[in-house]
């Protein structure tokens, strides 16, 4: 149950999809990630923002089809008075953010991860905590939504190889990443297939001692 919302009161609850890259990237051997149709959303879709401990969950979290911002060695404060301003739900793996007032009070909306997890199992921890399916993949690099895009109009944002070699392309709205199925295409899908795995178990972790906030 997310901190700040209805019946959560101030305890924070216990406890994809693939990162994008660039044609820039692909000429190294590294493929870009599909983004495969854009992003489901809309006004119902949350948004998250990730402490730095949480880089990877980002990047599992878009891939999942969900917009979510990380700055990387973000103070405390300034990560909480972000969520703040900006309604994104406030995602952390330090128990001490949840005892500060914005929380505490509801003014932002908050999901303790559990230390321990690899990426793909945390995004499927906030994907079970928060009921959400997992969707059509957004930007991995930015979160943007993806929309398809001919293969002439990306013809010169890509190496020549990968127009040789594929038909369907798709840019973010937000950035102008070109993406395509790339030869780690497998292992995004496999990645996502285990967030959705533990978004669907059936069991939830522990409640941390005493149902106040999570173990240090």
Known sequence: MLVGEAGGGADPAQ???APA????????????????????????????????????????????????????????????????QTGRVLLSS???????????TAAVRGLYVPRGLRPTEQAGFVLRELGLPVRDPRCMACGGALTAAPKDSVRDAVP??????????????RCGKV????????????????AAGVAAATEAPAPPAGGRKPPP
Request: charged residues 25%.
């Open 94 to 104: 330090d128990a001490g953010v949840f005892e500060r007032r914005s929380l505490r």
């Open 21 to 84: 890259q660039d044609g820039a990237a692909a000429q190294d051997g590294a493929a870009a990630q599909d983004g495969a149709a854009p992003a489901q959303g809309g006004a119902a879709s949350p948004s998250f923002l990730c402490d730095a401990m949480l880089g990877g969950l980002s990047r599992w979290l878009r891939g999942a089809g969900y917009d979510a911002m990380f700055e990387h060695g973000i103070d405390d404060g300034d990560l909480v008075r972000l969520a703040q």
């Open 160 to 173: 020549a190889v990968v127009a040789d070699r594929h038909d369907e392309f798709w840019r973010c709205d």
């Open 15 to 17: 406890g994809g999809t």
């Open 179 to 194: 993406l395509w199925k790339g030869s780690h295409w497998d292992g995004i899908v496999a990645g996502l297939a285990a």
